[in-house]
C-alpha cells in the first residue's frame, strides 16, 4: 500500500470511530430520556395508589366510627 492509502484508511478508521462513539453517546442520551419517563410515570403512579388507599382507609375508619 502507497503512503496516502494508509492515509485514507487510518482518517477512515478515526472517523469511523468518532461516528460510532457518537452514536452511542446519542442513544444513550435517548435510553435516559425514555428511562427518566418511566419512572416520573411510576413515581405518579405510587402516589396515585398511596393515596386512593389512604383515602379507602378514612372512608372505612368514618363509616365504622374507629379512630
Request: glycine share 6%; hydrophobic share 40%; proline share 0%.
Amino acid at each position: 500500500m502507497s503512503d496516502s492509502e494508509w492515509q485514507i484508511l487510518i482518517c477512515g478508521m478515526s472517523y469511523g470511530a468518532a461516528l460510532t462513539t457518537w452514536l452511542h453517546a446519542w442513544g444513550n442520551a435517548r435510553d435516559a430520556r425514555r428511562q427518566r419517563k418511566a419512572s416520573a410515570l411510576a413515581r405518579r403512579r405510587a402516589s396515585a395508589d398511596h393515596y386512593l388507599a389512604s383515602l379507602r382507609l378514612y372512608q372505612l375508619r368514618q363509616r365504622t366510627g374507629s379512630r
